[in-house]
């Protein structure tokens, strides 16, 4: 079996295994529009990498990926760059008041127990929904399969209201709503927020926060949440690398290979499924990696020690 | 005239073969590596390393490879709220090699692995201090040597040492070391102990480097010496890549 060094991580991996492991992310990533990190980093630790190579070598092969499926979905007319733009403004700020929460915490004590809490909370209240809502809507189409598209619901009037009043309405023409710009530039902040604390990207928070809270129309949600991650990892490369040498190219060369060439498969299979199927499948994995880390807290470890240098 | 000449030969023949005796006997250990240098290239997926020499009849070898020592910092696991595991303290082990391997010769293992030959975990333990000294330095280390087992630096290999034919009153002895993919650029101490009866005749120590060359020895330069625009230059190929994966799917698939 080839193996190759990773200089960075100061270890070796099999070549074949990062290829697949990165094919596999980038499909997610290209149904889905989820970046996969939260998937990816614990892997890779489980092949000796450590953390924080992990996840910055992660970064580094997103921008691949989602470079690679925005393509693919801007080919598909499934990106709204404006409604993008927004959101990646409110995620940068929100990923820096995110960073500043955390310091807070850390002083404060307990912060690793208040992230594992908001961690799992989050993943079972998002995954839990998700799954509920879109089952509700696979059941109704199978009842009643005239009735494909869902109609506003009542229950949206007053909020829609609300909206209406913000200043700055802007139409955004492929989510097909028109709003206030300032609209998903708070829910870029509140996501970038979260992302930050938790340490992973938020395309799984980021994600349902476009189809439920933004109201847009599931595809388009995840053409524009790849490109939203794009530049966000850009960042997120730059910064890891030059202040804490923690890229390691081989292994991030290594996995963009795979996943790019994975987050075009990705979208031709999500141009197959209809926008229920693929909700309900993120919601599956979602609570499968909500199980995994609750149980990860439950279970007494075998090691009662760790290296210190995780985020 | 001649007798005392002749007496005097004799003499001092005599004191000369005693002394090379006497020296030999202080010496009786004898260890060669392959090579004392060894390369971390492109495919490098660890490697492993001949030691071979001599011993006299009746006694063993034991072989000892320690790297660099440092200050670990750990994260000691323990119950929040009464039932959630998490990484709760900070606790740091100084003094600590990031490499420790013992391979004994064929026998009872634990006749090796003693404070008095300075062989294993135990005796390791001896030299480092753990901080905060509240801690169970005891419990911690061992659990630091389950996590270091696990990634393949710490390791003691039973009967690994393995005994040729004899030459007189030498015998020869060869081991071959476990370099794994993990034990980073660095110096390391190959020493050898010459046993009997549970105490230490002889010792001698080698040196083993290991550098990284090619790709790897180019891209950790980069990485620490031009952090800034590593950063950039690994964000425009991924890009690159993503763009160019992405046209030749167009190319693909533009026939529909």
């Known amino acids: 079996m080839l193996h190759m060094y990773l200089p960075i991580a100061g270890n070796s991996v099999n070549v074949f295994l990062i290829l697949g492991l990165g094919g596999f992310v980038g499909l997610l990533s290209g149904i889905f529009g989820v970046g996969g990190g939260f998937l990816m980093t614990p892997l890779l630790m489980m092949f000796g990498?450590?953390?924080?190579?992990?996840?910055?070598?992660?970064?580094?092969?997103?921008?691949?990926?989602?470079?690679s499926g925005t393509l693919a979905h801007m080919r598909l007319g499934n990106v709204d760059i404006p409604m993008g733009i927004m959101l990646l403004i409110g995620g940068v700020a929100g990923g820096t008041i995110g960073v500043q929460v955390i310091k807070l915490l850390k002083a404060m004590g307990n912060a690793d127990f208040l992230i594992a809490i908001t961690y799992v909370i989050m993943l079972g209240g998002v995954g839990g929904y998700m799954f509920w809502e879109s089952l509700q809507?696979?059941?109704?189409?199978?009842?009643?399969?005239?009735?494909?598209?869902?109609?506003?619901?009542?229950?949206?009037?007053?909020?829609?209201?609300?909206?209406?009043?913000?200043?700055?309405?802007?139409?955004?023409?492929?989510?097909?709503?028109?709003?206030?710009?300032?609209?998903?530039?708070?829910?870029?902040?509140?996501?970038?927020?979260?992302?930050?604390?938790?340490?992973?990207?938020?395309?799984?928070?980021?994600?349902?926060?476009?189809?439920?809270l933004l109201r847009m129309p599931m595809h388009v949600v995840v053409g524009t949440s790849l490109f939203q991650i794009l530049f966000t990892c850009i960042n997120v490369t730059v910064m890891q690398s030059y202040s804490n040498h923690t890229v390691d190219f081989v292994l991030a060369v290594l996995l963009l290979l795979g996943s790019t060439i994975g987050a075009q498969v990705g979208t031709a299979v999500s141009k197959r499924l209809k926008a229920d199927q693929l909700k309900i499948m993120l919601a599956s994995l979602v609570l499968l990696v909500c199980v995994k880390m609750t149980a990860?807290?439950?279970m007494t470890p075998t090691i009662m020690v760790a290296l210190k240098g995780g985020h | 005239m001649n007798r005392i000449a002749y007496g005097l030969v004799t003499f001092l023949l005599?004191?000369?073969?005693?002394?090379?005796s006497s020296s030999a006997a202080e010496k009786p250990l004898l260890m060669e590596l392959a090579s004392?240098?060894?390369?971390?290239?492109?495919?490098?997926?660890?490697?492993t390393l001949e030691v071979t020499g001599s011993v006299p009849e009746d006694m063993d070898v034991a072989l000892q490879v320690s790297g660099p020592k440092k200050e670990v910092h750990l994260k000691e696991k323990g119950k929040v709220a009464g039932f959630l595991w998490m990484n709760k303290t900070d606790v740091s082990l100084e003094n600590t090699p990031a490499v420790y391997m013992v391979y004994t010769p064929p026998g009872a293992v634990d006749k090796f692995l003693s404070s008095e030959l300075g062989l294993g975990y135990k005796a390791l333990s001896k030299?480092?201090?753990?901080?905060?000294?509240?801690e169970d330095k005891a419990f911690i280390f061992a659990e630091y040597v389950k996590l270091m087992e696990h990634s393949g630096?710490?390791?003691?290999?039973?009967?690994?040492?393995?005994?040729?034919?004899?030459?007189?009153?030498?015998?020869?002895?060869?081991?071959?070391?476990?370099?794994?993919?993990?034990?980073?650029p660095g110096n390391y101490q190959i020493k050898a102990l010459a046993i009997k009866d549970g105490a230490i005749i002889d010792e001698t120590q080698e040196n083993l480097s290991m550098e990284l060359t090619g790709l790897p020895a180019y891209i950790a330069k980069m990485a620490f010496g031009q952090p800034l625009l590593f950063g950039i230059i690994a964000v425009v190929i991924a890009i690159a890549t993503g763009l160019i994966i992405g046209t030749l799917f167009k190319g693909g698939k533009g026939s529909h």
Do not use: R
Request: charged letters at 15%; one cysteine or more.
């Open chain 2, 36 to 47: 004392s240098t060894l390369n971390i290239s492109t495919f490098y997926n660890g490697t």
């Open chain 1, 137 to 212: 809507g696979l059941k109704k189409e199978k009842n009643s399969p005239a009735t494909e598209e869902k109609p506003v619901t009542e229950k949206n009037a007053p909020q829609k209201s609300l909206m209406q009043k913000l200043p700055l309405q802007f139409k955004f023409a492929k989510s097909g709503c028109e709003i206030s710009m300032l609209l998903p530039v708070i829910f870029g902040i509140l996501v970038g927020i979260l992302a930050a604390i938790m340490g992973v990207g938020g395309g799984f928070i980021m994600v349902p926060v476009m189809v439920y």
């Open chain 2, 153 to 184: 630096v710490y390791a003691i290999h039973e009967g690994a040492v393995s005994y040729g034919e004899s030459n007189g009153n030498m015998k020869g002895f060869s081991v071959t070391l476990d370099i794994p993919s993990k034990m980073s």
């Open chain 1, 49 to 67: 990498i450590p953390p924080t190579v992990a996840a910055a070598s992660d970064s580094n092969q997103i921008v691949g990926a989602s470079t």
């Open chain 2, 14 to 20: 005599v004191s000369l073969a005693w002394i090379v």
């Open chain 2, 127 to 134: 030299d480092i201090t753990i901080n905060p000294e509240s």
């Open chain 1, 296 to 298: 990860g807290l439950l």
